[in-house]
């Protein structure tokens, strides 16, 4: 048996991409909610209702039968947001929002019900809006402060419901996708490399404050980071491709070295005397940079192949980022290319790298499906493509494991179907359990299990076993 006795199986959510009530109990507006197309449309004045993230799959009222949903797989972790306009809705504010509070008293307090272990992100993609527009996100130092405040009252609230936390979302996304990964509203085309590196470091400083205050507050409790951890291949062994690859994967891996390691590597600083960056660092921000994470988490849904001049091969697409297109592979629909080995190479790499224990916060295809009526008149769908998918992962990750890896668990991207992050589409989907809702918003939001449900109930059952049958 591969699979550890306590390996945390389960799935993934974000609070934006399926709660909903956008403005309910007193919830302020965060980025996403003027963010109707994802990253790749431009951000509106006001919220408008084509934004399908406004009501989501609903997740903020059916919240119960979906957990519930979740716990019949047999889920052993359930990794979802708080959204951090609920609790502050300016995010400045010097009081929290009770309401926004209560509601995640009660999806921890079901999640404990149905013995299911729950995994806070503090922030995906959801800075609220007024530090976007107010303060330019994570550039302005005073986010860390109103961060640490937002942390202290969910560290101190839910103290005895969450064990398992993790800071930022993908926080290597800043460096593509400012607004979404820092909250940063000056357009990117505007930022210097000084400016994004200024913003990463105060989010380091929000991260390392938040794991020594964690560490305080709750003794027993973990904190992770997060990483988007699209790795690189050299694109052929010529030596040039090869020194093209490691530059590529050092843009992924100096965010998790400073939170893993607690300092900035040496790559880093040379670059910066190179460029003639230089880092505004207040007395003791390195000290507290040393308070590293317990554990490293990472996006995975595909690697990438890098060159010297990538300009003579064709690009590949991806999630966030991409690189050159790698011959060898096929791709989903969305053309993000599909590589189990990958996901294996970068387990290795990470725990070679840090020896710290790894958990794969997100993985999975998104595809499109469609709704057939089965033998008891009630509606699945026949996913057998996401199951090759998830199965030929989840035997790398085992293969992983049989090479001496660390791995704590695996998380399977929007378990339930939900608003994709990038394109803001609901046809993009991902889940075990289907959502009847299209993409002009239209459908009864009723849950349907597909036909990859009872495959996962099996693989958590057997703890992995059936991943073999
Ligand atoms: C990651 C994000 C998720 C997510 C996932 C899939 O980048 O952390 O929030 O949605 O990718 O991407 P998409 O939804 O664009 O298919």
Known sequence: MSFPKDFLWGGAVAANQCEGAYLEDGKGLSIQDVMPKGVMGSVTEEPVLENLKLVGIDF?????????????????????SIAWSRIFPNGDEEEPNEKGLAFYDKVFDVCRACGIEPMVTLSHYETPLHLAKAYDGWRDRRLVGFFERYCRVVFDRYKDKVKYWMTFNEINALWHFPLMGAGIWTPKEQLSEQDKYQAAHHEFVASALATKLLHEMIPEAKMGCMVLGALSYPMTPKPEDMLAMVQADRKVMFFCDVQARGYYPSYTKKEWEKKGISIQMEPGDEELLRHTVDYISFSYYMSKCTAADCSQYSKGAGNLT?????????????GWQI???????TLNYFYDRYQKPLFIAENGLGAMDTLVENEEGSFTVMDDYRIEYLKNHLLAVEEALEEGVDVMGYAAWGCIDVVSASTAQLKKRYGFIYVDRNEDGSGTLERYKKKSFDWYRRVIETNGEALHG
Do not use: T
């Open 60 to 80: 903020y009222h059916r919240y119960e039968e979906d957990i519930r949903l979740l716990a019949q797989m047999g889920f052993k972790v359930f990794r979802m």
């Open 322 to 334: 991409s690189g050159v297109k790698n011959p060898y592979l096929k791709e989903s629909e969305w």
């Open 339 to 345: 590589d189990p080995d990958g996901l294996r190479y």
